[in-house]
């Protein structure tokens, strides 16, 4: 399959979990991920980047599978005494986790550019697929809400994504670089898997960064997205929150407007099967499947299966 090459754009766990299916599917080697980088924050002095980080311990076998971030086998001593003195401790970060920001933190002051980083971070991990990054400039999701803006992370994890969605801005996002490598990556694509992943604030916001979604449009790969939504509400997250609060349905319409200028297919799960005729209606191939990824197994079949749709389609079309 080296002739083949694929890019998954990828946020969330979400993104993370069908990283995992390509990476143990015979499409392995043909595999590249380019992944969200909005979500990015800092705490107690430390650079985090959750989506990034989520990546890197599911492909390397490090993820907490019940709570689907942070460290297996976690503790939280530092937190722990952190909150003895008085911090901030709603963004839960474990010991092994924290070793994870410190190096980046010190590496980033060092100057040292964020997509390097994480290479020496996925190397650490025993990670082979590579993960690329839109841009090594910082771009951070910013959520409006009846209280005024909150960063991301304060919005979903300190309110639990209670309150209600006014706006979402990606700041820094004008000033903003894409990597050569992402730029080259989408250029010399085959095919193009948009992860079921948010599409406002995961997707979204890698296809904000200028250039990333003209270089999508212009890049001639065939391009399929899985929606995050099954019988109208997300897996997990506030993709749903967020749609309605950019106007946009919560179904498959709502996915497809996210998308619609380059989409050529959509994959929709099994109890969403009444909007394919829609789907198919505004030109896309559609892929009804059960799309809930709850075992390694079912990861590694879904992600094969789009695939081979994709190809399958992408030669119907040149025919």
């Known amino acids: 399959m080296t002739s083949l090459n694929i890019t998954l754009l990828a ?13 143990k599917s015979q499409y392995a080697s043909s595999t590249k991920i380019i992944g969200n980088i909005a979500d990015d924050d800092e705490f107690h002095g430390l650079w985090v980047s959750p989506d990034i980080d989520t990546l890197i311990y599911s492909l390397g076998d490090q993820i907490d599978r019940q709570q689907g971030w942070g460290r297996k086998n976690e503790t939280h001593q530092v937190l722990t005494e952190l909150k003895a003195l008085g911090q901030d401790t709603w963004m839960t970060l474990g010991d092994l986790d924290l070793a994870t ?7 980033k002051h060092q100057g040292v550019s964020a997509s390097d980083i994480t290479e020496r971070l996925a190397k650490r991990h025993g990670v082979s697929l590579p993960i ?17 803006w909150l960063s991301f992370q304060e919005f979903f994890v300190r309110e639990h994504c209670q309150a209600d969605v006014l706006d979402i801005e990606y700041q820094g996002i004008a000033n903003a670089k894409p990597t050569p490598e992402a ?5 010399n694509s085959d095919l193009i898997i948009i992860a079921p992943s948010n599409p406002i604030v995961s997707i979204g916001a890698i296809l904000a960064v200028p250039e990333i979604q003209q270089a999508v449009e212009k890049s001639g790969a065939y391009i399929i997205a899985i929606s995050p939504l099954i019988g109208g509400k997300t ?3 506030p993709a749903d929150k967020m749609l309605e609060s950019a106007g946009k349905s919560i179904d498959s319409k709502g996915i497809y407007d996210c998308y619609n200028t380059f989409l050529q297919a959509m994959v929709i799960d099994d109890v969403d099967q009444q909007e ?18 709850k075992t390694p197994e079912d990861k590694t079949a879904l992600l094969t299966k789009v695939v081979e749709f994709a190809l399958s389609c992408k030669k119907q079309r040149a025919a």
């Open 11 to 23: 946020g969330g766990v979400g993104g993370a979990k069908a990283a995992e299916g390509l990476a």
């Open 101 to 107: 920001h410190i190096f980046r933190t010190n590496l």
């Open 132 to 148: 690329l990054l839109p841009t090594d400039d910082v771009v951070q999701t910013r959520v409006k809400t009846p209280q005024g």
């Open 183 to 187: 730029l080259e990556q989408i250029a």
């Open 235 to 237: 897996v997990k997250g």
């Open 276 to 293: 394919a005729t829609w789907l198919q209606g505004q030109g896309l191939d559609v892929l009804v499947t059960p799309t809930l990824m």
